[in-house]
Antibody
Framework: QVQLQESGPGLVKPSETLSLTCTVS????????WSWIRQPAGKGLEWIGR???????SYNPSLKSRVTMSVDTSRNQFSLKLGSVTAADTAIYYC?????????????WGQGILVTVSS | DIVMTQSPDSLAVSLGETATINCKSS????????????LVWYQQKPGQPPKLLIY???TRESGVPDRFSGSGSGTDFTLTISSLQAEDVAVYYC?????????FGQGTKLEIK
C-alpha cells in the first residue's frame, strides 16, 4: 500500500516562498500523476497543480504565476514551491496520487501538513 | 473553470436511514468519446485527508461499503448513503476531473440526527 508523507516548514513569513516535499513509500513514483491540494482551516479543497514523473506539469491558473513543482524519481519525492505567500496561503497542504484510474482521481493522500503564513 | 455546487451544505440523518447529497457541475463532465462521467466523491473525517469513495460517478473504490452509491450523468450527480452508520459522519466532497483545474464542491457535512 503506497504511503505519502508531506514535509517542510510549518511557518513561513509573508512574501517568502513556501517549500514542501512529498515522499512516496511502499510503491514507485513512476507512471503516476502527483498533485498538491490545499485546504484552509474549516474550508474546502483547492487543487494547486500536478506533475507527472516525466516532469511535465499542470498548474491551477489561479496560482500559476507563483507555483513550481518538481520531481525526483531517484528519491521517490516530488516538491512544491509557492512564492510570494500571504496569509491567504495558510492552509493544510496535501499531496495526492492520481493515475491509477485517471489522472484526476486521487486514490492516495498524505496526512497533510499545516502551513501558516505569519511574521 | 468548472464550478461544482453541492447541496445541501449540511444535513442530519437518523441512524439506519438514507442520506442523499447532490452535486451539480457548471458544465457537463460526461466525455462523449468513452461515455464516462469524470466525477468523483470523497469522504473526509475530522483530522484526516479525504478518502476516495466513488469514481466515474458510480464506481465504488475497493473496500468501500456497498451502502455508498453514486449516480447521475452530465451535470447532476448524487451520492447516496443507505443504512447510515455512526462512522459515516464526515464531510463529503464531489470533484470533477473532466478538465484542469480540477475543482471540488464546497462540501456537505453529514451528521447524525
Amino acid at each position: 500500500q503506497v504511503q505519502l508523507q508531506e514535509s517542510g516548514p510549518g511557518l513561513v513569513k509573508p512574501s517568502e516562498t513556501l517549500s514542501l516535499t512529498c515522499t512516496v513509500s511502499g510503491g514507485s513514483i513512476s507512471s503516476y500523476y502527483w498533485s498538491w491540494i490545499r485546504q484552509p482551516a474549516g474550508k474546502g479543497l483547492e487543487w494547486i497543480g500536478r506533475i507527472y514523473t516525466s516532469g511535465s506539469t499542470s498548474y491551477n491558473p489561479s496560482l500559476k504565476s507563483r507555483v513550481t513543482m518538481s520531481v525526483d524519481t531517484s528519491r521517490n519525492q516530488f516538491s512544491l514551491k509557492l512564492g510570494s505567500v500571504t496569509a491567504a496561503d495558510t492552509a493544510i497542504y496535501y499531496c495526492g496520487r492520481g493515475g491509477t484510474y485517471s489522472n484526476g482521481i486521487f486514490d492516495s493522500w498524505g496526512q497533510g501538513i499545516l502551513v501558516t503564513v505569519s511574521s | 473553470d468548472i464550478v461544482m455546487t453541492q447541496s445541501p451544505d449540511s444535513l442530519a440523518v437518523s441512524l439506519g436511514e438514507t442520506a442523499t447529497i447532490n452535486c451539480k457541475s457548471s458544465q457537463s463532465v460526461l466525455y462523449s468519446s468513452n461515455n464516462k462521467n469524470y466525477l468523483v466523491w470523497y469522504q473526509q473525517k475530522p483530522g484526516q485527508p479525504p478518502k476516495l469513495l466513488i469514481y466515474w460517478a458510480s464506481t465504488r473504490e475497493s473496500g468501500v461499503p456497498d451502502r455508498f452509491s453514486g449516480s447521475g450523468s452530465g451535470t447532476d450527480f448524487t451520492l447516496t448513503i443507505s443504512s447510515l452508520q455512526a462512522e459515516d459522519v464526515a464531510v463529503y466532497y464531489c470533484q470533477q476531473y473532466y478538465g484542469t483545474p480540477y475543482t471540488f464542491g464546497q462540501g456537505t457535512k453529514l451528521e447524525i440526527k
